[in-house]
């Protein structure tokens, strides 16, 4: 992919990049085979094309640690080719996608598939290796046959690993290769049949609740397994104000813990699941009556109260969640369109995350250094990617142009993504990504 | 009467004026009962879709009767017959009903929103007849009538509601319209059938003990202890919730001289009310029934939209 020899001559760039520590403006930047080349206040070279920038931002290209492009298996509801080409839209060069397909992504023909299909995708699809056999809890994959195919990190996301045994042996397993453990923390007994966070939402309206005690026992135990074993972890999709006390003190002791939080834990609350607007003036795209029970705020782990979106925003800023995620989770809008007790978890992130994370620095949560390190250094870091998620010389020309003051209206029938189920439609967002450049090749262009 | 809604979905979504105008309109229906003739033309040519994917026998035969006291074309649906068993979407069914253009659509269903669901996609008018745990308003609002045959319906009034609060959909349909109304309303259940944060509804006073919700209370309303819900651990057995939680004599006997004891029916005699005072004096749970054909035939008269002759 890299292999061509071609030049692209960014001009009059504001480069935001955590890797380097530089916030700096009027810089041009240089790419050339594939990789940054240059990065200097005037560069002058005959580049095969030049793009004046005109002060607009250049960041790393965002890397998602978390998302489900459905292929094998749910072609209906997104592919690899319609999840990557969401992706670029949204900012993201590289996404690692999970291993719930059907087959699961357990072996290594499966691993080798995703990465044939991604051969022609915009974007680099990183195959994320199921923990056990069939995300059946019982047995180990074969760690050692995915590593080598290319697998970058295991999961059995969707599904905890109850067996704290078999959980004990993964972190040691895989260790060997380097490669981190993603897991989806949740303690299925008390979880139960439960569909939205348990609250006041769920006191008021009797939809069965998800205590954040789900969440947090099983995120105890994970802290404790790594720290015993002295390995690496990260908490998938942290929600909780006790998970992220957890996840701060584990830190605090030294334990190699690391987490991520997702856009609609950031922004939504339990509030959503009856009225989806909550305090946000959305266009009228859609009718007041679906504002109520409206499937797209059905997730797991649920959006939660108010308490925990705060702790959530305090710990993103502070460090302690290293790592800003999506958990895309596309679904036909047929399946969606069920009861709410009936519809399947999970929503949609890749096009509204970036523009998000832009809101955040509107909000004073974040730095737009921060917002970097949380969308790129981060993930680049925990996947052990060590030539990406920053944009030094030398490093792959994967990047996003932003136009920070340029507003939109998110419109689900306007994205990439073969899936609509976005709890942000109609939500103004204060810039964009305009342009995303991966291996030094422009891959998408508003 | 000022009724805003095209649908009546919970009582959550009434007002005290909307809530005391269907009473009223209830009471005026109350007397065709007592008729020989037990029919008025208000709803001829009409058609009301009982469309029930949940078990039910007495709330569809009571919106049976009331549609056709009314003259109204009761068709009754339920899921054994539906295709819901051939595995066809809820909106599907509910598009396939409206093309047969009722005017009236019951719906009863074990999930919350469904009713919802179902008034967001067509346009006849909804009326629901219970949707999961969350709301059965047609119950609070007969509920409330037979409150007021012997209570004045408003702020002094001591309301105590006692059993599975978390799984029932009586209870939080009575909590709003009571509450609405500014009446008093105590709640109490084991605590693994209080819903967590409960105590944060406006108007609401929790209680531990039975005892302690039943001191003093002008209207004792029991609720219905699923039996199926034993293998959820929710409690250890029926003796024991009998134990605690049971309404008999001498519990009663802390509740004000005059109160009266409700429940939404089925009941489970000895388990949340003894014999005894199922079917003493103070129980009013028949006159609940009589009051739910009445109350019914006021919404479906209200919804229906035609005037009284």
Redesign the interface.
């Known amino acids: 992919m890299s292999s061509n020899n071609s030049s692209l001559l960014l001009k009059n760039v504001s480069l935001i990049d955590a890797g380097q520590n530089r916030d700096e403006k009027n810089l041009d930047i240089l790419l050339q085979a594939g990789k940054v080349a240059e990065i200097a206040p005037a560069i002058s070279f005959a580049a095969d094309q030049v793009i004046d920038l005109d002060g607009a931002w250049v960041m790393p290209g965002a890397i998602d640690l978390h998302v489900h492009l459905r292929e094998p298996g749910f072609e209906y509801k997104e592919t690899i080719l319609s999840g990557a080409r969401a992706a670029v839209a949204g900012g993201f060069t590289s996404i690692a996608c999970m291993a719930n397909t059907r087959p699961v992504n357990d072996s290594a023909a499966v691993t080798r598939f995703i990465l044939e299909q991604a051969a022609v995708a915009p974007a680099k699809v990183l195959p994320i290796a199921a923990i056990s056999k069939g995300m059946a809890g019982e047995e180990l994959v074969e760690m050692g046959d995915l590593s080598a195919a290319g697998a970058v990190a295991f999961s059995d996301d969707g599904k905890t690993v109850a067996n704290s045994k078999l959980l004990r042996h993964a972190l040691e397993y895989a260790s060997l290769f380097n490669k981190p453990l993603l897991c989806h923390c949740q303690d299925n007994a008390l979880f139960a049949d439960g569909v939205i966070h348990e609250g006041m939402i769920s006191a008021a309206h009797g939809l069965p609740g998800i205590p954040t005690l789900a969440e947090d026992i099983d995120i105890a135990r994970s802290i404790m397994l790594a720290e015993y074993l002295k390995v690496p972890i990260h908490i998938c999709h942290l929600s909780t104000a006790e998970g992220v006390r957890l996840v701060r003190s584990a830190k605090a002791r030294g334990v190699k813990v690391t987490a991520e939080a997702t856009p609609h834990h950031l922004f939504l609350d339990e509030r959503a699941v009856i009225d989806l607007a909550c305090g946000e003036v959305l266009d009228d795209s859609l009718k007041p009556e679906q504002l109520r029970y409206n499937t797209v705020t059905k997730m797991s782990p649920p959006l939660r109260s108010v308490v925990d979106v705060r702790a959530l925003r305090e710990a993103l800023a502070d460090g302690t969640i290293d790592a800003i995620a999506t958990d895309h989770a596309p679904h036909e809008t047929t399946e969606k369109a069920v009861e709410y007790e009936l519809a399947p978890f999970g929503v949609i992130g890749l096009e509204t995350a970036v523009a998000l994370g832009l809101r955040l620095i509107k909000e004073k949560v974040l730095t737009p250094l921060e917002l970097t390190a949380r969308l790129s250094l981060a993930p680049a870091e925990i996947l052990g990617l060590d030539d990406r998620g920053s944009l030094a010389v030398g490093m792959a020309a994967d990047l996003m142009i932003v136009d920070p003051e340029l507003e939109w209206t998110v419109d689900p029938e306007k994205f990439y993504s073969k899936a609509r189920n976005t709890p942000f439609a109609g939500w103004r967002m204060p810039g964009r990504v305009v342009k995303t450049i991966v291996d030094g090749k422009v891959v998408f262009n508003l | 009467m000022g009724f805003e809604h095209k649908d009546l979905l919970g009582t959550r979504d009434l007002s005290a004026i909307e809530i005391r105008s269907l009473l009223e309109s209830a009471e005026s229906f109350k007397e065709i009962a007592e008729r020989p003739l037990k029919k008025v033309p208000a709803l001829r040519g009409k058609t009301v879709v009982n469309l029930f994917f949940e078990p039910s026998t007495r709330t569809r035969t009571s919106f049976e009767i009331a549609a056709k006291r009314l003259s109204a074309d009761a068709v009754n649906m339920s899921a054994s017959t539906s295709s819901v068993v051939k595995g066809e979407?809820?909106?599907d069914t509910v598009d396939n009903i409206q093309a047969m253009a009722p005017d009236i659509i019951v719906v009863r269903?074990k999930?919350?929103?469904?009713a919802?669901?179902i008034?967001?996609r067509v346009g006849a008018r909804v009326v629901n007849a219970g949707d999961?745990?969350?709301?059965h308003p047609t119950q609070a609002l007969l509920d409330l009538l037979t409150i007021s045959e012997h209570k004045r319906l408003g702020p002094g009034l001591t309301v105590a509601i006692i059993g599975d609060i978390?799984?029932?959909?009586v209870a939080?349909s009575n909590i709003w319209a009571l509450t609405t109304l500014g009446v008093t309303v105590r709640v109490c259940a084991p605590p693994t059938m209080l819903?967590?944060?409960?105590e944060?509804?406006p108007g609401l006073v929790v209680c531990e003990r039975p005892e302690e919700a039943l001191a003093g209370v002008d209207v004792v309303m029991m609720l219905r202890i699923q039996l199926e819900r034993q293998d959820r651990l929710l409690f250890p057995s029926i003796r024991d919730y009998a134990r605690i939680f049971g309404l008999n004599r001498q519990r009663l006997d802390l509740a004000a001289a005059d109160a009266i004891v409700m429940h939404p029916g089925p009941i489970n005699r000895g388990v949340e009310i003894t014999s005894e005072v199922a079917d003493g004096s103070r129980a009013v749970i028949l006159n609940q029934v009589s009051n739910g054909v009445a109350l019914r035939m006021a919404v479906l008269f209200l919804l229906g939209g035609q005037s009284y002759e």
Do not use: C, T
């Open positions: 979407s809820l909106l269903h999930f919350v929103g469904a919802h669901m008034a967001e999961g745990a969350n709301e978390a799984h029932s959909r939080r819903p967590r944060e409960l944060k509804i």
